[in-house]
């Protein structure tokens, strides 16, 4: 099992590296850095964590959470950021960040709750 997160990581490290430099050719390097790791965090990791809270591990394969991830980020985060907007919120970059970051954390915590207290029911 370690040598297969080692693995995960050594590869998501050498694709990340890759399209950076790939990147770097049209834009600046700390663009490109901004670019891949914006990209990261405002499209797949809140949608990511939401996938964990609504399917378990091992019930859809890695290709499909990856799709409903960015689909998640995509339907979540704008609706959140539309709806603190309503309330007063106004929107710039720091703003953005932590309703990104409440998104996840909330997600989180309801994955928590889920794992947690969830009843094991007779026909499990």
């Given at each position: 099992?370690?040598?297969?997160?080692?693995?995960y990581?050594f590869?998501?490290?050498?694709?990340?590296?890759?399209?950076?430099?790939?990147?770097?050719?049209?834009?600046?390097?700390?663009?490109?850095?901004?670019?891949?790791?914006?990209?990261?965090?405002?499209?797949?990791?809140?949608?990511?964590?939401?996938?964990?809270?609504?399917?378990?591990?091992?019930?859809?394969?890695?290709?499909?959470r990856?799709?409903?991830?960015?689909?998640?980020?995509?339907?979540?985060?704008?609706?959140?950021?539309?709806?603190?907007?309503?309330?007063?919120?106004?929107?710039?970059?720091?703003?953005?960040?932590?309703?990104?970051?409440?998104?996840?954390?909330?997600?989180?915590?309801?994955?928590?709750?889920?794992?947690?207290f969830?009843?094991?029911?007779?026909?499990?």
């Amino acid at each position: 099992m370690a040598k297969k997160i080692i693995f995960y990581l050594f590869f998501s490290t050498l694709s990340i590296a890759l399209i950076i430099a790939i990147l770097s050719v049209w834009v600046p390097f700390i663009t490109s850095i901004r670019i891949i790791f914006s990209f990261l965090y405002l499209l797949v990791l809140p949608g990511l964590v939401l996938s964990y809270v609504f399917w378990k591990h091992g019930e859809i394969d890695p290709i499909e959470r990856i799709t409903l991830s960015i689909g998640l980020s995509l339907g979540s985060i704008p609706l959140v950021v539309y709806v603190l907007n309503k309330i007063g919120v106004p929107i710039n970059f720091i703003n953005v960040f932590f309703e990104i970051l409440g998104v996840i954390i909330i997600s989180i915590i309801l994955l928590f709750i889920n794992k947690n207290f969830k009843k094991k029911l007779p026909y499990d």
